[in-house]
């Protein structure tokens, strides 16, 4: 399972890219809002930080356009700024259509905000490169989001379709082994989760255990 950082903070982007290995990375508004600059400046920025990699970078357009047209001229202004760019396109019915055109004209794309089975098979059939269910919104309201993996791998793998499923909107450590077993193909999280998944309080308290015999036991 490839493992994308979901940032638009160039500095936690530098981190994850060089410690942790990131196979890629996803943005959106909200994270460009986060980070306190402007929208064109963080992609240049986080372009610099990929340059010369085949590592993916979701890029979305803008979230008011709903329109095919205007969708795809976006997509492709974003797409020219760096080969690293994938270009994320809501769940609607001009974004299906949209990913369909931009799919025709070599530009990946990844179908954001997927909540059903439906809206990733018209996903995938539009040939997105990535489709995106929103795990913690779900399970934030009481569904359970491995459900929703394992119904659209069944899906892709049914039909062949070669799209990858990004498991986006994770909460916690305990959501990136779940999706890892229910199917997902990339995971997407923040730096907290990761920073969270690589800890547990038994491996501190056997870490004290293994310091304490370490320090009472002579080296020769």
């Known amino acids: 399972m490839k493992l ?15 410690v942790w ?3 890629g ?5 909200r994270h460009v809002m986060v980070s306190g600059k402007a929208f064109r400046t963080v992609i240049a920025e986080i ?27 976006q997509g492709r202004e974003l797409a020219a700024i760096s080969e690293n760019f994938v270009i994320k396109v809501g769940a609607c019915e001009g974004g299906f259509h949209a990913i369909r055109e931009l799919t025709k004209e070599g530009i990946r794309t990844n179908a954001t905000l997927i909540m059903t089975v439906a809206q990733a098979w018209h996903a995938a059939r539009a040939g997105a490169t990535f489709i995106s269910p929103f795990l913690g919104w779900k399970d934030q309201y009481g569904d359970n989001p491995d459900t929703l993996i394992i119904e659209v791998r069944s899906m892709l793998d049914n039909f062949g379709y070669p799209s990858e499923i990004i498991a986006a909107a994770v909460r916690n450590h305990r959501q990136i082994g779940d999706v890892a077993v229910a199917g997902a193909h990339c995971i997407t999280a923040g730096a907290a989760v990761y920073q969270e998944s690589f800890k547990n309080p038994y491996t501190t308290f056997g870490e004290g255990v293994f310091q304490g015999a370490w320090d009472k036991t002579p080296e020769s």
């Open 25 to 29: 990375l996803t943005t959106n508004p």
């Open 21 to 23: 290995d990131m196979d």
């Open 4 to 18: 994308f950082l979901d940032s638009a903070i160039t500095e936690e982007i530098a981190h994850a890219l060089e």
């Open 47 to 73: 372009a610099e930080l990929v340059k010369g990699t085949d590592k993916p970078v979701s890029v979305e357009v803008n979230p008011h356009l709903t329109d095919c047209k205007a969708i795809v001229e």
